[in-house]
């Protein structure tokens, strides 16, 4: 049987995500987690959505290897230490579960694959590979639902105290075993970075319409990808932040820019509708930055029947649709392999670190001290203030202000003769 992931989009605008069968029924132990666990904490349709792709993973990968844990939680069991490295080393591949809906879980019988199955394909490309955001994000979500269904795991009225005791017992060894296995919140090593100088030039000369580089062939998708990216390069703004714009949340009269949350809008015809996490946020926009806008949507999303149905800025060139969130990624696709190369990570959240480079150079120039910084970048990115999230990217361009000091300092002590 396979079972695949379905957002439900319901009469009041509610964005509900399901595991479902090929009929369409959807699974009942996980949903009865979603709506009792998961929505009822208020949490947002993309956080359900994830917490069942892993329920949903963590299943199949337990199929696969021929393991009944309804069954074994009757007689107060759940995975043994060996099971628990096998799940985590299954947890570490990359699998069709992270963007792309409907998700597809395989939980046909095949051959139990083995831990060193695992690990074998982990010698692999690195792109095989999942972050270690994604890892955390599987492993907590499965250890939640686990520890779900042995809390509310109904025993026969016979069953010996000795059982309930045995169950109590293997969920705290659970619990323990996957905490240890969980990755740390400490940041790599080699942090993510936003573009170089020359790769935003570049960008900024492709994107132009006009440009003899433009990666698109169709003129609506010209205008309308080159206001798109202007406004990532500008605002420093997640995907569906961009991707759930609406005409009101744009004056162009005094130049202001709103984004706010919109959960369950039900005005949004994506089944899937994208959103932002963070606070509102109100920037003003630079005149160019709102003249490319705004001739994107007075002279050509008009022209696009089909936009005239809803109020989302950014829309598909053919049917007139808001652009879901793979569709944008596709768009950055498009400008990688077309302007810097398929090697190059260009993303929107990529742009979102060029913003934040950006910031913190300005930020030393102007001499602001590194408490007002975090105030201002807190702001311009809708975080609560306090909350510690500004200061991850002050510390990057700390540390790579730091190696060019210690470059700098080298050079000026003279480098050894060679030999």
Not at 38 to 47: D, Q
Not at 72 to 90: C, N, Q, T, Y
Not at 372 to 387: A, I
Request: glycine share 6%; charged share 30%.
């Amino acid at each position: 049987m396979t079972i695949r992931l379905k957002i439900a989009r319901l009469a009041n605008g509610e964005r509900l995500p399901l595991l479902v069968k090929p009929s369409g029924v959807p699974l009942l132990l996980p949903t009865l987690y979603a709506l009792t666990q998961l929505r009822a904490r208020n949490l947002a349709a993309n956080s359900i959505a994830n917490a069942l792709r892993a329920v949903g993973l963590f299943d199949s990968h337990l199929t696969s290897r021929g393991i009944d844990l309804n069954s074994r939680l009757k007689v107060g069991e759940i995975l043994s230490l060996s099971e628990i490295e096998a799940l985590v080393d299954r947890f570490r591949i990359r699998g069709a579960v992270e963007e792309e809906k409907p998700v597809d879980f395989s939980r046909r019988r095949q051959k139990i694959p083995s831990a060193e199955h695992y690990r074998t394909a982990l010698k692999g490309s690195n792109e095989e590979q999942v972050s270690r955001g994604w890892l955390a994000t599987r492993l907590m979500y499965s250890r939640n639902y686990v520890v779900w269904l042995a809390e509310n795991e109904i025993l026969q009225p016979g069953t010996l105290e000795a059982v309930r005791q045995r169950l109590r017992l293997a969920r705290e060894s659970f619990v323990r075993a996957i905490d240890s296995r969980m990755p740390t919140a400490s940041e790599s090593q080699n942090p993510r970075q936003g573009l170089a100088e020359e790769e935003i030039n570049t960008i900024e000369d492709a994107i132009r319409p006009q440009s003899p580089r433009n990666p698109w062939k169709e003129e609506h998708a010209k205008v309308r990808n080159h206001a798109m990216i202007t406004l990532f390069k500008a605002l420093g703004s997640r995907r569906g932040e961009i991707a759930g714009l609406e005409i009101p949340d744009v004056n162009f009269r005094t130049g202001k820019i709103t984004i706010l949350r919109k959960p369950d809008n039900p005005t949004d015809p994506r089944r899937d509708q994208p959103n932002t996490k963070t606070l509102a946020i109100e920037q003003e926009l630079t005149r160019d930055t709102l003249d490319v806008l705004e001739s994107y949507v007075l002279e050509h999303r008009s022209k696009i029947p089909g936009a005239r149905r809803h109020k989302v800025i950014f829309v598909a060139s053919d049917t007139g649709r808001p652009l879901s969130n793979p569709a944008i990624n596709k768009v950055f696709r498009g400008l990688r392999d077309g302007c810097l190369g398929p090697k190059s990570d260009l993303s929107p959240h990529i742009l979102r670190h060029t913003w934040n480079d950006a910031f913190s150079k300005l930020c030393d120039e102007k001499n602001i001290p590194p408490e007002l910084e975090e105030k201002f970048r807190s702001r311009s990115m809708g975080w609560v203030e306090g909350s510690g999230t500004a200061r991850k990217y002050t510390k990057r361009h700390v540390a790579r202000e730091a190696q060019k000091l210690s470059l700098e300092l080298q050079k000026r002590l003279g480098n050894p003769t060679r030999k």
